[in-house]
């Protein structure tokens, strides 16, 4: 099955992973990943997210686990960097039976059958589009059964084993609860981290800091600029 690989180790190329080249069509559906329109996505998105909790639970806590780790790697590694599969998978205009066959001959035999199955259904249902948000309910509800926080890090440059484990232990204490972290790098921070938990997030990149200085400069010399207007015009 997929292995879920994060930041630390950059994933290959989606065809060199698969093995395969899809033709798609000339006409481009919006993204799997973009922003569904439907008012009732949030409550849809639960539902199979409970759905898909309650169909892996039956399989025992280690067999969910591995089906959530290749649910981040689906995501990471195909729907979030391939922007042409994600737009077959969304599009109106491929049949369910061929996006059926699609996700069959991509992830066949490289995902837990659990998670194959329930793509299959979510696809039948035409809601592949909202997958993203799906994933990220599932993630929270098996989060909040099992009493823990899953927390996002942000670096300019990949955290080593050491900083890894530091940061783990390090935001354990401050949450008082069992920390999963998810580790992602962003060059352009130039340096320190962004560090998410649940809707808060806690920037002290270097790029952050930067910008702060330079609105403040900005608002120094306007004020600046204003008061000699001021200072003319009396």
């Known amino acids: 099955p997929l292995r879920h ?3 630390r180790t950059p994933p290959p190329e989606w065809a060199e992973r698969f093995g395969m080249r899809l033709e798609t069509p000339d006409k481009t559906a919006p993204s799997i990943s973009g922003t569904v329109l439907d008012d009732d996505a949030p409550v849809l998105s639960r539902i199979y997210a409970r759905a898909l909790i309650n169909a892996a639970v039956k399989h025992g806590d280690e067999r969910t686990e591995a089906i959530l780790d290749d649910f981040t790697a689906v995501l990471d590694e195909v729907v979030e960097t391939q922007p042409r599969f994600a737009a077959v998978l969304s599009s109106p ?17 490289r995902i837990d059958n659990v998670l194959l199955s329930f793509l299959r259904i979510v696809s039948r249902k035409g809601r592949l589009d909202m997958i993203s948000e799906i994933a990220r309910q599932t993630f929270d509800l098996w989060d909040r059964m ?22 783990r232990h390090y935001l354990e204490q401050l949450t008082k609860s069992q920390v999963v972290l998810k580790p992602l790098v962003d060059p352009d921070l130039i340096g320190g981290m ?7 997030v806690y920037d002290i990149s270097l790029k952050y ?21 001021d200072h003319f015009s009396n």
Not at 216 to 228: A, C, G, L, P, V
């Open 146 to 167: 099992k009493r823990r926080q899953r927390v996002f890090v942000t670096s300019a440059v990949a955290l080593d084993d050491d900083q890894f484990n530091q940061l």
């Open 209 to 229: 800091q930067l910008e702060r200085l330079r609105s403040r400069m900005i608002e120094r010399k306007t004020h600046e600029i204003q008061s000699r207007r």
């Open 194 to 200: 962004v560090i998410r938990i649940g809707d808060q």
């Open 5 to 7: 690989r994060d930041a």
């Open 93 to 109: 205009l491929v049949s369910v039976d061929q996006k059926d066959r699609i996700l069959e001959q991509v992830f066949g035999g």
